[in-house]
């Protein structure tokens, strides 16, 4: 039996918490292949950019979203390739549109 130490317990749940929101669930889905700015963020989704903003600042703290500035803009992608990995996989297991 593989079993995972307490310490790894918890860094998945907050994970798992801090990608738990839609928005967020959103957000990454639309980070997968590729740097987005709030503003082309917000084209897709029924959110306003404030908004975004937050939802994106909260995984960032978490690691989860770096950004770079480029002139006035600044482009999100996700940082690590496991939630990348992780994102393909809920698709294809809960998703009825693959």
């Known amino acids: 039996m593989i079993t995972a130490d307490n310490n790894e317990i918890n860094d998945l749940a907050l994970l798992l918490k801090s990608i ?8 990454l889905c639309l980070l997968q292949n590729q740097e987005l700015s709030v503003g ?11 908004n975004i903003s ?3 600042n909260i995984m960032r703290n978490q690691g989860l979203i770096a950004s770079r500035r480029e002139a006035n803009f600044i482009y ?13 996989t809920m698709k294809q297991l809960f998703c009825s549109i693959v």
């Open 20 to 27: 738990s929101h839609p928005i967020r669930l959103q957000i």
């Open 40 to 50: 082309e963020l917000r084209e897709d989704m029924a959110t306003s950019g404030a």
């Open 54 to 56: 937050q939802h994106l």
């Open 76 to 88: 999100n992608r996700i940082a690590d390739q496991r939630i990348i990995a992780l994102m393909q």
